[in-house]
């Protein structure tokens, strides 16, 4: 909830999209507080699947809960992962809206990576070996298609790859 509001969920919204989210996961058929969002709500909400009951496999399952309409999840997007397996965000790598979320002063930090960031640079150092790549194309004044991936350096299954895909999504298209 307090990531929804942080990228600017209408108020409601919040609590509704977090408990949705619960409900997806989760194997039971009980409404989290906040919102019901399980098989019964879909059904009635007119869709042909129900909640997932499941963790998420993909991030593009986010457009499939309840209540997830295109311009939040737009906004979540960019602030989640699957593939951190961690229990909590790391304050060292969270972008400012998770920062946020978490009761962070998100401009402090950011401002002190960004220092942190420089310094390392300046001393030939690198940080994460996990990197978000994103590639955008618009013809004209159309509509623009992007191109999302999150790749870390280096390949367990392939000797000698320069990296490893762990999300791609193509295809997107933003009015």
Known sequence: AALARAVGAAQGQDARIAAAIVDWRDEDNLASPGGSAEDSDYAAAGLPYGAKDAPFESLGE????????????RRLLPNVTLFSGRPRPESQFAPGAVLTALGMNAEELLAQRESTASMMEGEGMTGSDAYNVESRARLGRGPEA??????????????????TVLRWEQGAVVQ
């Open 146 to 163: 992007v191109l999302r991936a999150v790749v870390r350096t280096g390949a367990a299954d392939l000797p000698g790859s320069a990296y």
């Open 62 to 73: 986010l457009r499939l809960v309840l209540g997830m309409d295109a311009q939040l999840y």
